[in-house]
C-alpha cells in the first residue's frame, strides 16, 4: 500500500519567515495530492491541492509544488503569521476501486510573533 | 449550509462496553468515510461508504469494529468491548462524489476515551 513521510514533525519561525513542509510518497499511481491544516481541537480543513498533472499550484501566501518523478511534494507558506500556527497534514490518493487517501504524520507550525 | 456534524463530541467508556458514534454528512454527499487520529498523528483510514454500500472496510482494525450507513446518509461507527488502545479521535469525512480529487470535508471528530 501507499506509504507517505512528511518532514519535518516541528517547525518553528519567526512571522514573516516562510516555511517548507516536506513529504514523499511510495506508489507512483497516486495523483491526488491535498493539504490540511487542523487547529488544535478543530477538524482538518483542506488548504490546497495538486493533481499529478501539474507541477506547482499557489493560492495567495501558500503554494504547493510536485515532482512525481521523485514522488515528493512540497508545501510552502511565506509571509508567516502567527495564526498559520497549526498541524499540517499531507495526503496521498490515487484513483481506481475505493478511494483511500493516506496522510503523513503532520507538521506542528509554530509562528512565533 | 450545514457542515459535516458528529455526536458525541467526547465519550468516555469504561474498558469492555460498547460505544456507538454517529456522523451526520453534508445533506447530498454521496462518499463517507471514518478515520481514526490518534494523539500526534495524522487520521488512519477505517472505512468509506459510497451512499450506503460499504466499499472498503480494510482499515478497521479488529471486528469489534463495526460500521454502518443504511440509508446512504447518517452513519454509525460501532466499537464492541471497547479497549485502551481504542481512545482516539474518530473523525468523519465526506465528500460530493466518489472519484479521486473530491473535497473531503471533516466533522469535528469524537473523542473517545476508554478507561
Known amino acids: 500500500g501507499e506509504n507517505v513521510e512528511q518532514h519535518p514533525s516541528t517547525l518553528s519561525v519567526q512571522e514573516g519567515d516562510s516555511a517548507v513542509i516536506k513529504c514523499t510518497y511510495s506508489?507512483?499511481?497516486?495523483?491526488?495530492f491535498p493539504w490540511y491544516k487542523q487547529e488544535l481541537g478543530k477538524r482538518p480543513q483542506l488548504i490546497i491541492d495538486?493533481?499529478?498533472?501539474?507541477g506547482e499550484k499557489k493560492d495567495q501566501r501558500i503554494a504547493v509544488t510536485l515532482n512525481k518523478t521523485a514522488k515528493h511534494f512540497s508545501l510552502h507558506i511565506t509571509e508567516t503569521q502567527p495564526e498559520d500556527s497549526a498541524v499540517y497534514f499531507c495526503?496521498?490518493?490515487?484513483?481506481?476501486?475505493?478511494?483511500?487517501?493516506?496522510f503523513g504524520r503532520g507538521t506542528s507550525l509554530i509562528v512565533h510573533p | 449550509g450545514a457542515g459535516v456534524s458528529q455526536s458525541p463530541r467526547y465519550k468516555v467508556a469504561k474498558r469492555g462496553q460498547d460505544v456507538a458514534l454517529r456522523c451526520d454528512p453534508i445533506?447530498?454527499?454521496?462518499?463517507l468515510f471514518w478515520y481514526q487520529q490518534a494523539l500526534g498523528q495524522g487520521p488512519e483510514f477505517l472505512t468509506y461508504?459510497?451512499?450506503?454500500?460499504?466499499?472498503?472496510k480494510s482499515g478497521l482494525p479488529s471486528d469489534r469494529f463495526f460500521a454502518e450507513r443504511p440509508e446512504g446518509s447518517v452513519s454509525t461507527l460501532k466499537i464492541q468491548r471497547t479497549q485502551q488502545e481504542d481512545s482516539a479521535v474518530y473523525l468523519c469525512?465526506?465528500?460530493?462524489?466518489?472519484?479521486?480529487?473530491?473535497?473531503?470535508?471533516f466533522g469535528p471528530g469524537t473523542r473517545l476515551l476508554v478507561l
Open positions: 445533506s447530498g454527499h454521496v462518499s
Open positions: 461508504f459510497q451512499n450506503e454500500a460499504q466499499l472498503d
Open positions: 506508489d507512483s499511481a497516486s495523483n491526488y
Open positions: 469525512a465526506s465528500s460530493r462524489g466518489g472519484g479521486v480529487g473530491e473535497t473531503q470535508y
Open positions: 495538486i493533481r499529478s498533472n501539474v
Open positions: 495526503a496521498a490518493n490515487k484513483q481506481g476501486g475505493s478511494y483511500i487517501p493516506t
